[in-house]
């Protein structure tokens, strides 16, 4: 069974920056979308990024989330099957439990992704 698993959160002030790193075993993720979803306390989960499979007729394309858009970053590092959200200019509304996923096209439902880690807190306070 693949495993993914994300790193990186932590606590943050306002208006700062942090990285999540999403990783897996068992799973090349260049073949596949990698979505990072979130969910705050009483919140349904969000998708905010995902970026489309680097093969085939996939483009590679990042999308966001307009809640995101212009502050996160998403990218690959293919030699260490990692993909990376970059935050910046976080605000108190971004602390959540921050999760990556996998599937075979992307989007942002749940339902787009077939494989998920445990998630990773963020929180954004002074």
């Known amino acids: 069974q693949p495993q993914v698993v994300e790193s990186g959160g932590g606590l943050v002030q306002p208006g700062g920056s942090l990285r999540l790193s999403c990783t897996a075993s068992?799973?090349?993720?260049?073949?596949?979308?990698i979505g990072w979803l979130r969910q705050a306390p009483g919140k349904e989960r969000e998708g905010i990024s995902y970026?489309?499979?680097?093969?085939?007729?996939?483009?590679?394309?990042?999308h966001f989330a307009e809640s995101v858009k212009g502050r996160f970053a998403i990218s690959r590092d293919s030699a260490k099957n990692t993909v990376y959200l970059d935050m910046n200019s976080l605000k108190p509304e971004d602390s959540a439990v921050y999760y990556c996923a996998v599937g075979p096209w992307g989007g942002f439902d749940d339902a787009d992704f077939d494989y998920w880690g445990r998630g990773t807190q963020v929180t954004v306070s002074a």
């Open positions: 970026i489309k499979s680097t093969g085939g007729s996939s483009d590679g394309a990042a």
């Open positions: 068992g799973l090349t993720l260049d073949y596949y979308a």
